[in-house]
């Protein structure tokens, strides 16, 4: 049976857009951009390939006409990207979009921060994956010391922007950070969001055994003795919220390989070069920067893009096993966005 308007073949309307807007990235994280092959010889993307700002607005105004409300920037690294506050500015101006957002591993948010608030950002979440200082610079591949990330987040508080910090958790990598960095971002009012290690793309050596779920770092918190649920505060939520039972503090989870939650998965990826992808965990994508070059309309625009989607079907975490994650080659996360 054909879907409905605007929706996939799973009933799912699509509401948030997530663009990257660069896949270049100044950390080397073991699990996203492994220097092993992300070398400093490793050949980016060249700026003609890249979607201009106009481009990426001329899209988002398109995706907001189907649904969209939300869009998140990423990357890479999308503070590498020159004169970002002016595409936050393009994008804001977009009617029906209520919220924009950026993922960031922080380095360069201090210096920008004034500016990106200006240009209407209001909030970012910072990916902080350890507090202890060899530990953290082991994993983001480049020495950076947490400090350094943790002042560009109170910079970027104190200015008004709303911060919250992502963690990817791996037994035996920083599994051991659990504990001590709830109890550091508790203390500061910030939300920690505790992200399963996923076996997006295929560069990061991801086993299963490697793992922390969801459950086990909630009973590592305390479980229900100090944490009690939060409602989802828009349809389509993929973390699950709690709030400290002594305070207004709260942690989060976003658990894709233990409580899969494609049924209610509402995301659609630009990619920098100008690739729809329907799925985080995609092998390949719809090639929209090529209709937009080559003088199509905006209703033949929103026919391509309504099209993929109403013919969508993914369900790639519902669907996992080790030997699916293993065989299936996968588009990379430095290249579609977290």
Known sequence: MAANPHLDQLARPMRDLRISVTDRCNFRCTYCMPKEIFGDDYAFMPKEQLLSFEEITRAAKL?????????RLTGGEPLLRRGLTELIRMLAAIPGIDDIGLTTNGLLLGGQAESLYHAGLRRVNVSLDALDPERFGLINGRGIQP????ANMERARSIGIEVRVNMVVQIGLNDQEIVPMAAFFKKLGITLCFIEFMDVGNDNGWRMQQVMTKRDIFERLGGDAELTPVSPRYPGE?????????????????????????????RVRLSSDGKMYSCLFASKGFDLRSLLR??????????????????????YSEERTEQTAMSRKKIGMSYIGG
């Not at 709030?243 to 233990?258: A, L, P, T």
């Not at 905006?298 to 079907?313: C, H, Y």
């Open 238 to 266: 993929v973390s699950k919220r709690y709030r400290y039972r002594d305070g207004e503090s709260e942690v989060c989870f976003i658990s894709s390989v233990s409580e899969a939650f494609c049924s209610s998965c509402t």
């Open 147 to 150: 400090s350094v990330i943790i």
């Open 294 to 315: 080559s003088g199509a309309s905006d209703e033949q625009l929103l026919a391509a893009i309504r099209g993929v989607w109403e013919k969508r079907e993914d369900r």
């Open 63 to 71: 995706y907001a006409l189907l649904g969209v409300r939300k869009i």
